[in-house]
């Protein structure tokens, strides 16, 4: 029998396939990508076609061995990774690391639902890699480390280090923050609306009406005068007011389409308040398959990112037969509805929508999360609503107009004073829309953005008027106004504005907004993005310098070449030379990075064996700390790696050229050697930029920083701590501060910001701490950019082993040893609570205080404030607890133990302060949350 290997991205995924393939198949998760570009290098050979340079990722290099040991003993691996450019380059990638180790044949597989059907299809008609899909990832992540590793180092220069530039995500920056210049520029001009209520007497019936027209044209009051004259005319006994027109037009509204990646974004972050990232990381829980229980794990949905409209025939069937069962055939059109996708969307793809529409959320809702569930029954309700039948409805509207008496004497102002002609007709309206066939709304009835009708809020008939029916005005209201700015973009806006520019695609979109978020260049000011001032910065650098590189346009056009590439149309690597010149030309010479023109290794090794013979003078070798720097160790270690035919990486071909070039300068036999191998241009031009480089100059710490470090020596680190995957050691990253001054290193800003925090922290173990006060604040003065100052970032242990409290002042210090005394007069301590994963341990959280304060002689305002909480339970033991907690300023901090017990439960109840008055609960809370209002003021 043959042994069968699938290869899936992520575990949630190999245990739903797991379910529905025979046995002895063996289903493992790759982790994501196992290879991609170097994280600290170009990684793309310029000058071979732009070639990439692959290597493992870190999370590669955890799961390739496990991988090749399956794959070595398999006949057959099935590549199962999404179907879409990211998982065909992913299976791409796979399929390089593992053939090697495996004699077996590759299949590449996909389906765009986790079902046993479609994996059942997916296995019996096998496929190989789709080389186009590769291809247009490849040079998509090409294109973007070209423009992230060009332009980046320009805004390091010019704006900030650690900044970056992207194709994309520049892109939409730069429409966040022209838009808000529109808003700040945005000034708003006064108009007026004027409601009127009317009646009739046969039928007897009032209606609220809006003006609507002056004259026939669009009402414009424009300012109070106008306003109070119409109005003043409007309530004149003589002025006639009768119902001009009656109408009722009917309306077929079509059900929406089911989601695509974009608008399932938008509606989750309208309609749920998800932002993009969040509504793909539930996605993808709900595609890669949720435990149910008996049923064991099942996939939900289909493949979340598609821009696809497509509904697989059986699906359509399926839901046809539900909405049949359910909602009754008029709730059927009369054949499938069909959308229409846009050009540039994957045939192949699906929409979004549940993998069985009979798995109802109600039925799901006892094995999905909260967020899940949300998420599933919007799909689910789209996905049904898009094929149903359109609503019918009917669009009322009444108008009343308003004339003669005192409007005939009024004169409207007009720009053209000659066409003035005295007499105004009022027309006022009022509109609604009545469902008379609810059809898809039955079951969806949320709106796109940009699809809102404002008659959708005004449902329901208007009265029975007719035309010509006399009325009498009851009420007149005018309403100053004011017209308001464009509005923020949230993150679901932005997605629309991205897609219908043609930037972004699927697999993007979430990506793009996440990076401008993470990198601090927007905002979220509730749920809407604001450009920060770093954002502003960036992008008005990046617009002034390459206006062009970053248009909205021509973004679109990339993308749109990257489409042609996956469709077969183009070539990726003509696309990127096209695109390279354009960049060239957008930078000029002087800031594009030179590309490389490396020899191959066997060409390589004649050329250093001729360079640097044996007798060849190298340097001595030279010293910069604890490291050794030796020329002919190097070079001969080059040979080497040549001679056994390994790859050079970036940073050592660098270092070559550095090296070659340095004695080149010297030598006059090198140049005519190198310009005979064609390497005599690259050299030259290593040469002129080394000599264009300044000069390093020795410089020497600062005499109080090196007296700092000594006075250190003696302090009492704690121990190291461990933080999700970081340890934080103070003395391991001291001592490694006092080696680098000892062997005549300089530390760097950063490095004397750190030392600052860690002087303050241990503060009070430190030998006349006070001389060393003007050092501190001149390092505070001088954090670098992006590290608040010492005594900004929170208390001690959140921050990474650096100290945030100042210099401990005796004031405050005896303010925390007071509180503290009060805790070594509690003999009986409650035993330690748990609430879900975590342990609360009142003895041990004021152990670790007083061990804390013993060491840096003060704690901060949050501690303080939360151990006088945790002593409230405890005032009983505690001698004048109130008038003594009064005094430090923490009363309201402090709960009050009362003589009563919880009827509930029978635990001691406790006054705390609420919201501006006192209220009595449980001090077993959240246990049992019996709360009732305190009898009296506050018992301090």
């Known amino acids: 029998m043959n042994k069968q290997l699938v290869v899936v991205e992520s575990p949630a995924k190999a245990r739903t396939i797991s379910r529905f393939v025979g046995q002895g198949i063996s289903v493992l998760a790759s982790m994501g990508h196992i290879r991609d570009l170097p994280e600290h290098e170009l990684g793309v050979d310029i000058a071979s076609d732009f070639k990439p340079v692959y290597e493992l990722t870190m999370n590669g290099k955890k799961v390739v061995r496990n991988l090749r040991a399956a794959a070595a003993n398999a006949d057959e691996i099935y590549l199962a990774t999404d179907p879409d450019r990211e998982g065909e380059a992913i299976a791409w990638h796979l399929q390089a690391v593992l053939q090697s180790a495996s004699k077996g044949q590759f299949h590449r597989i996909s389906f765009h639902e986790i079902t046993k059907s479609a994996i059942d299809n997916s296995f019996a008609n096998p496929g190989s890699i789709a080389e186009n899909l590769v291809n247009a990832q490849q040079a998509r992540r090409v294109l973007d480390r070209l423009v992230g590793y060009q332009i980046s180092p320009l805004l390091w220069k010019n704006i900030r280090k650690g900044t970056s530039a992207g ?89 929406p389409p089911p989601f695509i990646t974009s608008t399932l974004q938008q509606a989750a972050g309208s309609f749920l308040k998800f932002g993009t990232t969040q509504t793909m990381r539930v996605a993808q829980a709900l595609y890669e398959g949720v435990d149910l229980g008996a049923a064991g794990s099942v996939g939900l949905i289909t493949y979340m990112r598609t821009d696809s409209f497509s509904i697989a025939k059986e699906a359509q069937q399926q839901a046809a037969q539900y909405i049949n069962r359910v909602y009754g055939p008029e709730y059927l059109p009369p054949k499938p509805n069909f959308y ?39 799909i689910w309700n789209r996905f049904l609503a898009s094929q149903m039948s359109a609503a019918q409805q009917l669009d009322h509207a009444i108008e009343i107009e308003s004339s003669q008496g005192a409007l005939a004497a009024l004169t409207l102002p007009d720009k053209d004073a000659a066409s003035m002609t005295p007499g105004v007709v009022c027309t006022f309206r009022a509109a609604t829309r009545e469902t008379v066939f609810p059809g898809y709304l039955a079951v969806y009835s949320i709106k796109d953005i940009g699809d809102e009708d404002e008659l959708d809020n005004h449902t ?77 910065a960036v992008n008005d650098f990046l617009v002034e310098k390459m206006p062009a590189l970053f248009d909205i346009g021509f973004t679109a056009e990339m993308e749109d070449a990257l489409d042609q590439i996956e469709e077969g149309n183009l070539d990726w690597t003509a696309m990127l030379r ?37 007798n060849f003078v190298f340097d001595p070798p030279t010293g910069k700390g604890a ?27 660098k270092a070559l050229f550095n090296t070659v070039a340095k004695y080149a300068a010297r030598e006059t036999k090198f140049m005519q050697t190198l310009d005979e191998a064609g390497l005599g241009e690259q050299i030259r031009a290593t040469i002129q930029e080394n000599e264009e480089k300044p000069e390093k100059t020795e410089q020497e710490m600062d005499p109080q920083v090196v007296a700092l470090l000594n006075a ?93 409290a100042a210099v401990p002042d005796a004031a405050l210090h005896e303010r925390c040893k007071s509180i503290l005394a009060m805790v070594k007069e509690i003999s009986t301590w409650r035993p330690a609570a748990s609430k879900g994963k975590r342990i609360y341990n009142d003895q041990e959280f004021a152990e670790s205080l007083q061990a804390q304060f013993e060491q840096k002689g003060v704690l901060s305002d949050r501690q303080l404030s939360a151990l006088a909480k945790m002593l409230g339970k405890y005032s009983k033991q ?63």
């Open 627 to 653: 490291r050794v720097y030796d020329d002919g160790k190097f070079i001969a270690s080059i040979q080497q790696r040549a001679a056994e035919k390994r790859d050079l990486t970036e940073r050592q071909w």
């Open 167 to 255: 194709r994309v995500q520049s892109v939409a920056l730069r429409l966040i923050v022209e838009r808000e210049r529109e808003i700040t520029a945005f000034k708003p001009e006064e108009y007026w609306n004027l409601d009127a209520i009317f009646a009739t007497s046969n039928p007897k019936v009032e209606l609220k009406t809006r003006l609507a027209r002056l004259n026939g044209a669009k009402a414009v009051v424009s300012n109070a005068d106008m306003a109070q004259t119409l109005a003043d005319a409007l309530q004149a006994a003589d002025v006639c007011h009768k119902v001009a027109k009656v109408t009722s037009t009917p309306r077929r509204q079509k059900a």
């Open 460 to 536: 329901g008939k208007l009265p029975p008027l007719t035309p010509g029916l006399q009325c009498s005005l009851l009420k007149l209201l005018t309403e100053q106004c004011f017209t308001s700015p464009p509005s923020r973009f949230s993150e679901a806006s932005l997605v629309k504005a991205l897609e219908q520019n043609g930037v972004g695609r699927p697999s993007t979109f979430a990506a793009i907004v996440n990076t401008i978020l993470e990198r601090e260049y927007v905002l979220k000011d509730k749920s809407t993005l604001a450009p920060t001032e770093l954002g502003f």
């Open 578 to 614: 096209k695109f390279y010149a354009q960049l060239q030309e957008w930078l000029g010479p002087n800031q594009l990075l030179t590309p490389m023109v490396k020899p191959t290794l066997s060409k390589l090794n004649a050329l250093l064996n001729k360079l640097f013979p044996e």
């Open 340 to 378: 229409r996708s846009r050009k540039s969307a994957q045939g192949a793809h699906e929409a979004i929508r549940p993998t069985d529409i009979n798995r109802t959320p109600d039925s799901l809702s006892a094995f999905l999360t909260p967020q899940q569930l949300k998420l599933y029954r919007l």
């Open 878 to 940: 505690i001698h004048d607890y109130q008038g003594r907690i009064k005094a430090l300023g923490l009363a309201a901090a402090a709960p009050v133990t009362l003589e009563e017990k919880c009827p509930q439960c029978g635990a001691p109840l406790v006054q705390r302060m609420g919201r501006g008055r006192p209220f009595v609960g449980c001090s077993a809370f959240p246990k049992c949350r019996y709360i009732a209002p305190a009898k009296g003021p506050f018992k301090n």
């Open 712 to 804: 250190m020596s003696k302090v009492s680190f704690e121990k190291p701590v461990k933080r999700n995957r970081r340890v934080y050691d103070d003395r391991k990253f001291y001592r490694s501060l006092k080696h680098q001054v000892e062997n005549g290193g300089v530390l760097s800003p950063a490095q004397l910001d750190v030392l600052g925090r860690l002087a303050r922290k241990y503060a009070s173990q430190l030998k006349d701490s006070e001389s060393f006060a003007e050092l501190l604040e001149r390092l505070d003065r001088n954090a670098p950019a992006g590290l608040p100052p010492a005594g900004e970032n929170g208390e001690g242990e959140d921050n990474g082993g650096g100290a945030s």
